[in-house]
């Protein structure tokens, strides 16, 4: 995400006068201008407007488009104030495409978190949208591969995706079949800015159904790319089996226990990211926290351990056949949309109750007790 060289106070005056007089767009919005797009942007933003900031968004950028969707519903949510885009430069690449460069900003618990990035913008039947950042992109297979200008490793996250691919249909009975995008992000405060603006630490990798799989490419050398690719595609396998249905701690048990610990070849304790007491929690705690809103870096370490911990309680009790029969199971409920249904969490939380006493016939209640016995004759 380094700024573009494509600089011209020419070319920039010279597309605002062409486009003065677009046509309503069939929202009923009109966006003259890039710059009043923008602001519009940034205002839409800062009055949780989610219908209102979607009519700046390509419909066409399918993908795009999904993720729009879900960074525009958790606005609602979001803990922010002062959301600002401010264009620094811009650039036309073609008739209908111009790359701007802006940065933003907003305020979160009393710090700014700020980025600088080049975003490109398309003009559509007479209207302009905004399509994402400016990518470059290779085919790895199905799969293609946006990165950004400063993506460091590309060659070696390459060999790591196709490594996790094989990792996860090793394990799992379904497949990672299908086209899919990977966005690679050199800068991982912007990958929390154009995910989502409540989770309030920075992370590594996403995915959710109907997005890119997501992730922030320059850790140091020693950071294990295997690790996080074999996570992330899990999610992508499961979550689209689940049909929406999956709890964000059964998601990221699976995901934790059968891709980053499979691949580390051990726990979070047998790593040193947590201590045994940090896991010896009931399944009921786990539930009631929101992953998105943990500040330390022990309070999430915590999060992902416990979870991975509760699925190799279950694996090791019950066996792994059925513990995929539980997201399987899921998937028989009507697909539930984190990006538009305000109470995705419960319907989630039902439905794993129901799941968990269909599928081995116990209580939330009953599973959190023999995961606390089973852990302390172990651990503790």
């Excluded at 519009?40 to 979607?54: I, T, W």
């Excluded at 398309?122 to 949208?129: A, C, I």
């Excluded at 946006?146 to 094989?166: P, R």
Aim: charged content about 25%; some cysteine.
């Amino acid at each position: 995400m380094k700024k573009s060289a494509m600089i011209s106070l020419f070319l920039t005056l010279a597309l605002i006068a062409s486009s003065c007089s677009l046509p309503v767009n069939d929202t009923g919005y009109e966006y003259p201008s890039i710059e009043e797009l923008i602001k519009s942007q940034q205002d839409f933003v800062n009055n949780r407007d989610e219908n209102g900031f979607l009519t700046t968004i390509n419909r066409d950028n399918t993908v795009y488009w999904n993720e729009s969707k879900y960074f525009a519903h958790n606005l609602t949510f979001a803990n922010f104030s002062d959301f600002k885009m401010e264009i620094e430069s811009m650039g036309e690449s073609s008739e209908d495409e111009v790359i701007v460069t802006i940065r933003q900003s907003y305020l979160q618990n009393g710090n700014t978190n700020s980025t600088t990035y080049d975003n490109v913008y398309v003009r559509r039947d007479g209207t302009w949208y905004d399509n994402d950042l400016h990518f470059e992109s290779v085919k790895l297979g199905g799969i293609k591969v946006l990165y950004m200008a400063g993506v460091s490793n590309l060659e070696t996250l390459k060999e790591k995706v196709l490594i996790s691919v094989e990792n996860v249909e090793a394990t799992f009975p379904e497949k990672v079949e299908g086209d899919f995008e990977i966005k690679l992000y050199s800068d991982q405060e912007l990958l929390r800015q154009k995910t989502d603006l409540g989770i309030e630490w920075l992370f590594t990798g996403w995915a959710e159904e109907g997005h890119a799989i997501k992730a922030y490419t320059e850790h140091k050398n020693d950071y294990n790319y295997e690790v996080l690719f074999t996570h992330e595609l899990i999610h992508k396998v499961t979550i689209a089996r689940a049909n929406g249905n999956m709890p964000i701690w059964f998601a990221e048990g699976l995901a934790t226990h059968y891709g980053s610990n499979f691949v580390s070849k051990g726990d979070y304790i047998d790593q040193g990211k947590s201590t045994a007491q940090d896991l010896n929690t009931s399944l009921e705690e786990l539930i009631a926290q929101n992953l998105q809103v943990l500040q330390s870096k022990q309070e999430i370490y915590a999060y992902y351990g416990t979870a991975a911990m509760y699925v190799k309680y279950l694996a090791e009790t019950y066996g792994d056949e059925k513990v995929f029969e539980l997201y399987q199971t899921l998937g028989m409920y009507p697909f539930n949309d984190i990006a538009s249904n305000p109470n995705w969490t419960k319907v989630c939380d039902d439905h794993m109750k129901e799941t968990l006493k269909k599928v081995l016939g116990l209580e939330i209640e009953e599973i959190s007790n023999g995961y606390l016995l089973w852990y302390e004759e172990r651990y503790l």
